[in-house]
């Protein structure tokens, strides 16, 4: 949930596996209250098929007090800001500071098993170096999927979001500046394993990638269709198993296409290693686009 | 989940508008497709507004209907869900409304 506020009780934290050190992800904020059983304020909601023509809502009432000369009236502000403006802005500085570094990156998601961490341990054994990748690790708790990056070889911070069920671009600032990622590098950002709110959150990054594992069934990108329609890569992984399941490609690609017909789809095994060059040559691909666009 | 970190963001942003002045109402326009469910919002608003200067406020969700654009007919659709296509059977088409997340208005109490 939000770093920002901290609401959800349990607050943010990151472990630079570099340096072991742990610090808590707390931003500025206004007084956290949830959790109260009392509530004085409510909410109500307009459904889309009703007609607003009746809208009670401006100008507002002018109120007199009982002292004449002191009264209070009701002012409308017109806002028109989009809710997440903060995380928007921090994404935005994210994603600038990504441009003047050259640097490319990546917010990769899927349900939780569909091989995130596992395509990133193969990918960093496989460039080895080139080019420079490093990952910032998002999970609710541990650091299990950290330390298998750092034992494939590449730099990482873990962030552990509590119950968070995201990672959002004040995070991935913070990480960013523990991470501190070379010039020309890639950045891979692995999202908590979740194929609902990560879809909302703008970390910077230059594209979404979902890993879409034929373990999940093809319906998947119907199922979570905010998801698929944010990606520009899906990634169907595990065809490894394809022999040993009843999941049909034609229908899962197909389904893609329904949601999302210019996403690029490529299948791998990134246990096999099989057709991950496919992958790579995105990437690659990707990172030259990247480095073009940073003074385009 | 994420609903709770969209409400905070309401609140937070009624907050910085609002700079200590009482809060009768916050306005807030959400898509039918922003992925975002607004009874989820309304429940979760009276909460995080609890102790702050907005709490005795009220939270007005106004839902937005989705239409799009169809890219090869041309005509223009409702599209109550993601995956909902063209009735001419393309899922080629540009979003019109439908994805809005925006706080419209806060109404202030304004002491002179």
């Not at chain 1, 920002?4 to 990151?14: E, S």
């Not at chain 1, 007090?65 to 928007?88: G, K």
């Not at chain 1, 070889?153 to 552990?160: D, I, R």
């Not at chain 1, 169907?236 to 394809?242: E, H, P, Q, S, Y």
Request: glycine share 8%.
């Amino acid at each position: 949930m939000c770093a920002n506020c901290g609401c959800q009780g349990d607050k943010a934290t990151m472990l630079d596996l570099q340096t072991d050190e742990t610090t808590t992800i707390d931003a500025a904020h206004f007084p956290q209250n949830a959790g109260h059983p009392h509530a004085y304020g409510h909410g109500h909601v307009h459904h889309a098929a009703h007609d607003h023509s009746d809208d009670h809502h401006r100008p507002g009432p002018h109120r007199h007090s009982a002292d004449d000369h002191f009264h209070t009236h009701v002012n409308v502000v017109e806002v028109e800001t989009r809710i997440l403006a903060r995380n928007d802005a921090m994404a935005e500085k994210n994603r600038a500071w990504f441009a003047g570094r050259e640097i490319l990156a990546l917010n990769l998601v899927s349900s939780p098993g569909a091989g995130k961490t596992t395509l990133l341990e193969q990918t960093i054994r496989d460039l080895a170096g080139k080019p420079p990748l490093h990952v910032i690790e998002g999970d609710q708790a541990t650091a299990n999927d950290g330390e298998r990056i750092q034992k494939a070889g590449a730099s990482v911070v873990q962030v552990n979001t509590g119950t968070g069920c995201h990672l959002d671009a004040e995070m991935v600032g913070r990480a960013l500046s523990a991470l501190k990622p070379a010039p020309g590098a890639v950045v891979l950002i692995e999202n908590v394993g979740n194929l609902v709110c990560p879809a909302l959150f703008d970390l910077g990054e230059r594209a979404k990638v979902v890993i879409f594992s034929v373990t999940d069934g093809e319906d998947k990108p119907l199922k979570y269709p905010h998801m698929f329609r944010a990606a520009s890569l899906v990634i169907l992984n595990k065809i490894d198993l394809l022999p040993h399941l009843d999941f049909s490609l034609e229908e899962a690609i197909e389904n893609v296409r329904k949601v999302n017909p210019e996403a690029t789809i490529l299948q791998i095994s990134a246990r096999t290693g099989e057709r991950t060059g496919d992958w790579y040559d995105w990437l690659r691909h990707q990172l030259t686009a990247a480095r073009q666009s940073a003074f385009a | 989940m994420h609903e709770l970190s969209v409400t905070c963001s309401i609140v937070d942003l009624a907050l910085e508008t609002a700079r200590g002045r009482k809060v009768h109402r916050v306005t807030v326009e959400i898509g039918q497709l922003a992925g975002v469910m607004a009874d989820s919002i309304a429940l979760w608003f009276p909460e995080v507004a609890r102790g702050t200067p907005i709490e005795t406020a009220s939270l007005d969700i106004r839902e937005v209907a989705a239409f799009a654009r169809c890219d090869d007919c041309g005509a223009e659709f409702a599209t109550p869900t993601m995956v909902t296509p063209c009735p001419c059977g393309s899922f080629r088409f540009a979003r019109l409304r439908g994805e809005e997340l925006n706080i419209k208005s806060i109404e202030l109490e304004e002491v002179h």
